[in-house]
Nanobody, 115 residues
Framework: QVQLVESGGGLVQAGGSLRVSCSAS????????MGWYRQAPGKQRELVAT???????NYADSVKGRFTISRDNAKNTVDLQMNSLKPEDTAVYYC?????????WGQGTQVTVSS
């Protein structure tokens, strides 16, 4: 079992920046996929960004050019730097780990962008 703990959410004005971080309770394997999803009220959970060990990243079209995902295998962390935030980015952001056939989720951190 892996515990994922997120931090760094909060309230920011439109156009501002936030950084959310996720720490895993055990070593991350090079084959693991890490990422971020989000869920806004009344909507389904959606992909924000994922990253694999080789640094290959995948972003939702809605965040390309504004968000940057990074991971540190030595620290077992994955971060999401969010710039030029928009009110429609408001959601609970969940850390994701796909590891050897298993999926793990963090408890979520709220990001609220005011207009």
């Amino acid at each position: 079992q892996v515990q994922l703990v997120e931090s760094g959410g909060g309230l920011v004005q439109a156009g501002g920046s936030l950084r959310v971080s996720c720490s895993a309770s055990r070593d991350i394997f090079s084959s693991d996929v890490m990422g971020w999803y989000r869920q806004a009220p009344g909507k389904q959970r959606e992909l924000v960004a994922t990253i694999i060990s080789l640094g290959y990243t995948n972003y939702a079209d809605s965040v390309k050019g504004r968000f940057t995902i990074s991971r540190d295998n030595a620290k077992n962390t994955v971060d999401l730097q969010m710039n030029s935030l928009k009110p429609e980015d408001t959601a609970v952001y969940y850390c994701y780990l796909g590891s050897r056939g298993y999926t793990y989720w963090g408890q979520g951190t709220q990001v609220t962008v005011s207009s």
